[in-house]
């Protein structure tokens, strides 16, 4: 089976941007594709991007997403910092038997 | 509106069965390539796929547990049962039920979750 790798946490101020990285141990990340769910304290997760870079509707434009084939991995970043987008935040993909996913960054905004 | 709602016992002795039910409403299951998945979530700890199971009856299951999980669908009644065998208290989780449709295994609607804790 393959891994998917997160930072355990991240950290950064409103209105400044930050990234959160999932790097994918073995296989290409650009084989199938990745989503992103947030995840409040308390609540199911959403989704914030789907198949590498679609933002579902509802999602503000501040979200985006994007894959790095030569370090294997999927971003997820998140522009103009607001204190409610304080969460945890996990990458997803799959393989042909297996959905996978990461660790989970928690994103704190102070 | 499509929702969907897990439920089943709270609490559970170890070595015994769990059994969660999801119902669901606001899709069908006999949809081409529409599915349903079950994914875990011990309380402080990261997500964990568990089971899925797709429209035409085709089953995937997490290799690290599939001797212990049983997923099942009954469309008549829009539910999916997941069966857990042998519990021990590493599986007290939240345990969630969603759906996913289409092919990229993105899984765009959540139940709530229901807490199942295993102790004796």
């Known amino acids: 089976n393959f891994m998917l790798t997160q930072p355990h946490s991240v950290s950064e101020s409103p209105g400044k941007t930050v990234t959160i990285s999932c790097t994918r141990i073995?296989?290409?990340?650009?084989?199938?594709?990745v989503q992103w769910y947030q995840q409040r304290p308390g609540s199911s997760p959403t989704t914030v991007i789907y198949?590498?870079?679609?933002?579902p509707s509802g999602v503000p434009d501040r979200f985006s997403g994007s894959i790095d084939s030569s370090s294997n991995s999927a971003s997820l970043t998140i522009s103009g910092l607001k204190t409610e987008d304080e969460a945890d935040y996990y990458c997803q993909s799959y393989d042909s038997s297996n959905v996978i996913f990461g660790g989970g960054t928690k994103l704190t905004v102070l | 509106q499509i929702t969907l709602k897990e439920s089943g016992p709270t609490l559970v002795k170890p070595t015994q069965t769990l059994t969660v039910t999801c119902t669901f409403s606001?899709?069908?299951?006999?949809?081409?390539?529409?599915?349903v998945g079950w994914i875990r979530q011990p309380p402080g700890k990261a997500l964990e796929w568990l089971a899925l199971?797709?429209?035409?009856?085709?089953?995937r299951y997490n290799a690290s547990l599939k001797s212990r999980l049983t997923i099942t669908k009954d469309t008549s009644k829009n539910q999916v049962v997941l069966t857990m065998t042998n519990v021990d208290p590493v599986d007290t989780a939240t345990y969630y039920c969603?759906?996913?449709?289409?092919?990229?295994?993105?899984?765009?609607?959540w139940g709530q979750g229901t807490l199942v804790t295993v102790s004796s």
């Open positions: 606001g899709f069908s299951l006999s949809t081409s390539r529409m599915g």
């Open positions: 073995i296989g290409s990340i650009a084989t199938n594709y």
């Open positions: 969603a759906r996913s449709s289409g092919w990229s295994l993105l899984f765009d609607y």
């Open positions: 198949e590498d870079t679609q933002r």
């Open positions: 199971i797709y429209w035409n009856g085709d089953k």
